[in-house]
Nanobody, 120 residues
Framework: QAQLVESGGGLVQAGGSLRLSCAASGRTSAIGWFRQAPGKEREFVATITRGGTATYYADSVKGRFTISRDNVKNTVYLQMSILKPEDTAVYYC????????????????WGQGTQVTVSS
């Protein structure tokens, strides 16, 4: 069965950087990153097309986060820089059959999440 496994979360100081990984098994798909902070709804962060030729970011992370993929390793990365306390959340990667999507309803396979905590 296909699965996604996130890793790389942890505690980092504001202004620091962290790289999350999403290791995928099964077919290559467009991948999205989402996050959910305490007391808030899950929100879109970034997405990358199956071939890695196009990316899209939420305004809140644009210019600070970079999504990329290595299709040989079947891994998608989220490089997070200039981290802010408001970036604190559980980060999830998910797969969609669409070319790309910012809507979590289009994703049908999810990882377990990895905690990112940004201290001030």
């Amino acid at each position: 069965q296909a699965q996604l496994v996130e890793s790389g979360g942890g505690l980092v100081q504001a202004g620091g950087s962290l790289r999350l990984s999403c290791a995928a098994s099964g077919r290559t798909s467009a991948i999205g990153w989402f996050r959910q902070a305490p007391g808030k709804e899950r929100e879109f962060v970034a997405t990358i097309t199956r071939g890695g030729t196009a990316t899209y970011y939420a305004d809140s992370v644009k210019g600070r986060f970079t999504i990329s993929r290595d299709n040989v390793k079947n891994t998608v990365y989220l490089q997070m820089s200039i981290l802010k306390p408001e970036d604190t959340a559980v980060y999830y990667c998910a797969a969609t059959s669409k070319f790309y999507s910012t809507d979590q309803r289009d994703y049908n396979l999810w990882g377990q999440g990895t905690q990112v905590t940004v201290s001030s």
